[in-house]
């Protein structure tokens, strides 16, 4: 029971969430939510009310009304303040733009710094919410929406919050059709497939040739079937083959003229980097003169990092970063933001969070090491930095409230200054070669706060001195992005989606002409329509960009354009439609209609929403479901039942559980004894996270013999008997824990502890003729008076291990903890457990283990204390408990009760190491990765000893010996929800024994 807040988030090991900062919580009641926020996004927070409200009007004509009087919203001002969310469980991955929680109803998500991607990200989670709204059972449960899979749920929010007008995931499906890799319905579950972009495509398809009012029957076939395929044929009366068949039909026609119009590379490019197995290569950086790139790429595995690499050859260098195991849990900002050379091309910055702190990071490429650390107060997230041509100066976009604006950062003093600050946004800042201008892309000239209907993203040109700003010339109907200037400064070089297909343009800056460069068939692009793609050497004007290429994105490098180059990229994709989803017709279904209504639904500008202080009261979230049992065994027959409640607050900042189970083997005479009941407290609202806990766990054992009793009344009897013991361990704790960073804890725990005893003896009398039974006497048997100890802990842990799919396969893990026990007897505890995983290959790791457990002092060998067993599964194999056989015990066990094959694996002591080689053999990280569930063989060796100390403190007189085993345990990944593992061992130490087989549900040490 001695558990910490900390062990709630990760138990023995884990990672933490740091709580940086106490959050000052309100709470804004709309007429459909109530919207939690904190007085850093509080100028956002009416905006995203506003759009709430219309969502709600637009998700309710297409789903069905799920009449809500209070739908749970809970925003965060950034992504760094979002990771470390108390009410989404479990540690965030770099990217998630949401979560919706089915069962608890609430929308938990950051802002995402422009207007129109917040807005997109609210409405696809609020749609996530409806879904489970309108499939919830009558009594409470699981909304029938969850046994839907990936591609039906999160397809069917992306295309009610996005449509079929899509350039990216229209790329994305182009893709799949150049390479014959476009999935069938049956395979768009597969690992492989991006359940938002292929799934949204196929809801595209479907409501393009029935329509949009097949949305919420659809929903509700699949509720009821838990199947995506049974869903259509329920509706349509079609089977599911037939219209997936019709959908691949009408994809490979109509992207098969996009793709016949369109060109594999730019003219004059070479692939520098191609991306086997979806490989990420993007937001490249190129040095002045041309000749190095610095890029991010995920060829890590478990990671995406900083690399460099020669730019004429692709040869890669070296990682300049290493995240995966970085205990203060590094975010490159990969997804959003590039990094940038100074204009020596001796040093790199880039941006970065760090424990909740957005900091620039400036790398001396020469000395290959980091050079200087900027943190950036006030701004949440900063993105795509940009060194000034004098090298004095670094703009970039920094998230502060929700709002993406421009800042300089003065190099030597290290302060920033704010270069813009209204609902607009402003990204992607690019320094002019003259010092006088930076360029941005930014959404001002095009959309309208007042209505919130948002336009395309435009260029513009800032005056860093005054902050003066003017719009340049661009392509209507088409998002420009990424500028990026030419040696001289007469033109920028971007990204436009014109056509339909993310392309690279050139602007005369002084003419306002602009060109196309390219016309590629997939796309040149990043991670999202807002990512950086592309660079141009300041000196050289040489370009690298990334183009995503089967189901990856490459790097391809062109030199310096010529003055007269242009490809008449609009004039070949006109009338293709290659940003409309097939099937190609004119989009105008009610979810284009009221994607370009931005009127309908939305509360005026300036509505007032009342807001009071957030007050964290504990409500009822979870009842497990009541279980009863009957069961007989040689001790007898027993009954028994148990539940669970659980007690949240909206945040989850607050934890309140009550476990109940109770099992009686003699009716309610021993119904104390056998109850288990434990009550447990936690705060996560601070940093230092404080718990408390309480309650009684028993521990039944018994054994049983036959007596002959002689004769009763002259008739001869038997008698057997039966002897339960119990132990009940009752204890009061206190808990508090301070994670130092999301790698290291210190916890401690202090509190009242008694350990009780009872023996009952249960002796039933039969007649030795017929076997009828004659009479029961059952009663209590002297037992040993009960321990009481007051207790402490202290303990120190931390982790940076990477799960592998069954198995821990990279990084290490070490708990050091102490303990003290002080009462009936005094001892101490002391717990040392390293563990190290050290990867050799993609599919093959080295995994150590070393630890020690035991008490100390006078009562640390008191016969009343359990001892500790050597022979647990995850210490050393091949000695189970359930394995032994008595003849292994020899001669002396029926005159003394030794056993020593069994003994020597006791001991209030014990010790063990153990030593794995781990294939993965199957799933992601496997041998054979077209097979997704992942399956690891893993040859060991163990050995361990367990030793005791008698009274006197001397070192017990009866020699021991260390037991070790070898042999190879194979373990798989079941759906995710638990890992099986089957082991042979071979115990060296069990001479009549060659081999035990084991079975159990645990992971790799």
């Known amino acids: 029971m001695g558990a910490t807040p ?252 996009v793709l016949a119009a369109t060109q594999a590379a730019a003219p004059g490019a070479r692939r520098l980097l191609a991306a086997p197995d979806r490989l990420l290569q993007i937001s490249p950086a190129l040095s002045p003169d041309g000749r190095w790139m610095i890029f991010f790429s995920s060829r890590d595995l478990f990671a995406v990092d900083l690399y460099l690499a020669n730019a004429e050859t692709g040869k890669v260098v070296r990682r300049i970063t290493q995240t995966a195991t970085n205990p203060n849990f590094i975010n490159t900002e990969f997804i959003n933001s590039a990094g940038a050379w100074d204009p020596t091309g001796d040093r790199f910055v880039y941006a970065r969070t760090r424990e909740g702190r957005a900091e620039l990071v400036i790398y001396s490429v020469k000395q290959e090491a980091t050079e200087r650390v900027m943190a950036i107060p006030g ?95 661009g392509l209507s109907g088409a998002n420009q992005i990424n500028p990026q200037w030419s040696p001289d400064g007469r033109s920028l070089y971007f990204i436009a989606d014109a056509g339909g297909i993310p392309n690279l343009y050139r602007l005369r800056v002084g003419e306002g002409s602009i060109q196309a460069l390219s016309n590629v068939q997939t796309g040149i692009a990043g991670v999202t329509p807002l990512s950086p793609a592309f660079s141009v050497a300041a000196r050289s004007g040489a370009i690298v960009y990334s183009m995503y290429a089967d189901g990856g994105y490459e790097l391809w490098r062109m030199e310096a354009p010529a003055a007269g180059a242009n490809t008449e990229t609009q004039a070949k994709l006109a009338g293709l439609h290659a940003a409309l989803l097939p099937p190609r017709m004119t989009d105008s279904w009610p979810v284009a209609a009221y994607l370009a209504d931005a009127r309908t639904g939305l509360p005026p500008e300036g509505a007032q929403y009342a807001s009071t202080p957030y007050r964290p009261g504990l409500r009822l979230t979870g009842v497990a479901p009541v279980a009863i049992g009957f069961g007989v065994s040689t001790f007898g027959p027993a009954f028994g039942g148990g539940t669970a409640l659980q007690f949240r607050d909206p945040l989850e900042t607050r934890a309140l559980d009550v476990q109940v189970a109770a099992i009686t083997s003699n009716g309610t005479r021993n119904f104390l004894r056998g109850l288990t009941g434990v009550v447990s407290y936690q705060d996560l609202s601070h940093r230092w996270q404080w ?67 009872a023996l009952e003896s249960d002796t039933q009398i039969y007649s030795a003729i017929t076997g009828a039974p004659l009479a029961q006497i059952v009663q209590d048997l002297p037992a040993p008076p009960s321990l009481n100890f007051v207790t402490g802990m202290a303990a120190l842990v931390y982790d940076t291990a990477i799960f592998g799919g069954t198995s821990p396969v990279r990084g290490q893990r070490y708990r050091l903890q102490a303990g003290a026990s002080d009462g009936s007897l005094f001892f101490g505890t002391l717990l040392a457990d390293y563990r190290r995983y050290e990867p050799l290959s993609r599919s093959f790791s080295l995994a150590f283990r070393i630890m020690h457990f035991g008490r100390y002092g006078s009562g640390a060998n008191d016969p009343r204390l359990q001892d500790y067993f050597l022979g647990d599964p995850m210490l050393v194999r091949g000695y189970d408990l359930n394995s032994f056989r008595l003849e292994e015990c020899g001669p002396r066990y029926n005159i003394t009760g030794e056993c020593p094959v069994f003994d020597r694996l006791l001991g209030s002591k014990i010790a063990a190491a153990s030593g794995e080689a781990r294939l993965e053999l199957f799933g992601p990280l496997g041998l054979v990765r077209k097979i997704p569930l992942p399956v690891e063989l893993a040859p060991f060796y163990d050995a361990g000893y367990a030793w005791s100390e008698p009274a006197g403190g001397a070192l017990q007189q009866t020699p021991r010996q260390a037991v070790t085993s070898e042999g190879a345990t194979l373990r798989i990944n079941i759906f995710g929800i638990v890992i099986g593992a089957v082991t042979y061992a071979i115990p060296n130490q069990r001479p009549l024994i060659g081999h035990v087989w084991e079975f159990d549900l645990l992971p790799g040490f």
């Open 6 to 257: 900390a062990a709630a988030q990760g138990g023995y090991f884990g990672r933490n969430k740091v709580q940086r900062r106490t959050l000052r919580w309100q709470v804004m009641k709309a007429p459909h939510f109530q919207i939690y926020y904190y007085p850093a996004e509080a100028q956002s927070v009416p905006t995203v009310a506003r759009m709430a409200e219309r969502w709600y009007t637009r998700l309710a004509g297409i789903l069905g009304d799920p009449r809500w009087t209070g739908q749970v919203l809970i925003l965060y001002a950034d992504s760094a303040d979002f990771s470390e969310s108390t009410a989404v469980p479990g540690l965030l991955p770099v990217g998630v733009g949401g979560v919706t929680m089915a069962m608890e109803q609430r929308v938990v998500m950051p802002l995402a710094g422009t207007l129109a991607e917040t807005d997109h990200v609210l409405g696809h989670e609020l749609a996530h919410a409806m879904e489970f709204d309108l499939t919830r059972p009558a009594a409470r449960g699981l909304p029938g929406a969850t046994r839907l899979p990936l591609w039906f749920l999160e397809g069917l929010s992306e295309y009610v919050s996005r449509g079929a007008n899509d350039p990216q995931t229209a790329m994305w499906v182009r893709d799949a059709v150049l390479h014959k890799t476009l999935p069938t319905v049956a395979k768009l579950g597969s690992a492989r497939y991006s359940p938002y972009r292929f799934g949204q495509a196929f809801w595209a398809y479907i409501t393009g040739q029935f329509g949009d009012d097949k949305i919420g029957p659809l929903l509700r076939a699949g509720a009821r079937t838990g199947s995506g395929d049974k869903a259509l044929e329920t509706v349509f009366n079609v089977k599911a083959k037939e219209i997936s068949a019709s959908w691949t039909e009408a994809t490979n026609q109509d992207e098969g003229r």
């Open 691 to 757: 718990g408390m806990l309480g309650g009684q766990i028993p521990m039944l054992t018994g054994a049983y013999g036959i007596t002959s009793a002689g004769t009763i009344s002259g008739q001869p009897v038997v008698a057997n008997q039966f002897l339960r013991y119990w132990q009940l361990d009752r204890e009061a704790l206190g808990t508090l824990a301070y994670p130092i960073n999301r790698s290291q804890r210190v916890e401690f725990a202090a509190g009242y502890q008694n350990i009780g005893f």
């Open 379 to 473: 701004v949440g997230e900063v993105l795509n930095p940009s060194w000034s041509p004098d090298g004095r100066q670094i703009a970039f976009a920094g998230l502060e409230g929700g709002r993406s604006d421009l800042y300089l950062l003065d190099v030597a003093s290290g302060k920033a200054r704010r270069l813009t600050n209204d609902a607009y946004a402003e990204l992607e800042p690019a320094w002019s070669p003259d010092g006088q201008e930076i360029a941005c892309v930014t959404d001002r000239y095009t959309t309208q706060l007042a209505t919130l209907a948002y336009g395309h993203y435009r260029l513009a040109l800032i005056n860093p001195a005054n902050g003066e700003m003017r719009e340049l010339p």
